[in-house]
């Protein structure tokens, strides 16, 4: 073998350096891995954690609930009532409208109707009012909504009514609504 053979085979190759430098390196650290492990020992034992006592639970005193028995402040039962007594005051909107009998249309609320066209019969403006896919004819002086609507005036492009409904305080009130007349592309995407 020669010299220079001799040397090739004492001098590590790039693929063995790193992991003898990597031993190196692990060799000198395990005094301080030591000298570490003694000081977090030492920092358990000297610690002492403060927790407060946790309050005692306060005792429980149940209540029974003593308005069980009353009438239910939103039941369809007390709002009949409130109604009737409202259609008793003798100067009260409601007094004529509790009083007649109930429309078709009245079944239905303003959202769910669309006003379709108008025609003129004797005269006088017909709206054609399209719910539930079934198509109504709408004078002037008819009844619609859930909100106790008359109908007041009908053009070619809309439905004026008035209806009664309470205001924040609980008075009834009027209003005015409309229905306008609904276009052909507006009609389709019902």
């Not at 407060?52 to 003593?66: C, E, I, S, T």
């Not at 109908?151 to 004026?160: A, F, K, N, S, Y």
């Not at 005015?176 to 009609?187: D, I, P």
């Amino acid at each position: 073998m020669s010299r220079t053979d001799h040397r090739r085979l004492m001098r590590p190759g790039p693929g063995l350096a790193a992991p003898l430098l990597l031993a190196a390196l692990l060799a000198g650290c395990g005094g301080e891995q030591q000298e570490l492990q003694d000081w977090m020992d030492q920092q358990r034992r000297e610690v002492r954690p403060s927790v407060q006592p946790l309050a005692p639970p306060k005792k429980f005193n149940p209540v029974p609930y003593a308005n069980a028995q009353q009438v239910d402040p939103f039941s369809a039962q007390k709002l009949s009532v409130a109604l009737k007594q409202e259609a008793r005051q003798p100067n009260s909107m409601l007094a004529a409208e509790m009083n007649r009998r109930k429309e078709p249309l009245e079944a239905f609320p303003l959202d769910a109707m669309a006003m379709v066209g108008s025609v003129a019969r004797g005269g006088a403006p017909v709206a054609l009012l399209r719910v539930d896919n079934l198509l109504y004819q709408v004078k002037a002086g008819d009844h619609l909504g859930q909100n106790y609507g008359r109908v007041m005036r009908i053009t070619e492009t809309e439905v004026v009514l008035r209806e009664i409904v309470q205001d924040a305080a609980g008075e009834w009130i009027e209003r005015n609504a409309t229905l306008q007349l609904q276009e052909r592309g507006q009609e389709a995407g019902k």
